[in-house]
């Protein structure tokens, strides 16, 4: 799901030359719907984001690359949904995506996420 934000910056870019920046891609985890602003259900971790850092796209597809993104939970969570926005704190909402596979932590657990991939068809 792509915020209304982002579909925004997305078309004006193409039509009125107003370029979308989106200085840093930082993720954040949840355990339900992140609702419109990102926001709801979000699991419970130490630092709320962290940033996914990726190579410059190639045929579409953006790829993790540097270290990965991580986060170590202050309570156990079944994570099933990941929200994505343009800063660290703060900042705007650009979209969600639900996990493929939901995954279970415990308090203390370290959450990597060891592959992102972003793709756009034509």
Do not use: C
């Amino acid at each position: 799901m792509l915020s209304e934000y982002l579909r925004n910056g997305i078309v004006d870019s193409i039509t009125r030359n107003k370029p979308l920046v989106v200085p840093v891609l930082a993720a954040q985890l949840h355990d339900g719907v992140p609702g419109t602003s990102g926001t709801d259900n979000t699991v419970d971790v130490e630092e709320d984001r962290d940033q996914i850092t990726a190579a410059e796209a190639v045929d579409g597809v953006g790829i993790n690359t540097g270290a990965d993104a991580t986060w170590v939970s202050e309570e156990g969570a079944t994570v099933a949904y990941m929200s994505f926005h343009d800063a660290l704190s703060a900042g705007n909402f650009l979209g969600y995506e639900r996990l493929d596979q939901p995954v279970t932590v415990a308090d203390g657990d370290t959450i990597a996420l060891a592959t992102f991939r972003i793709e756009v068809d034509d």
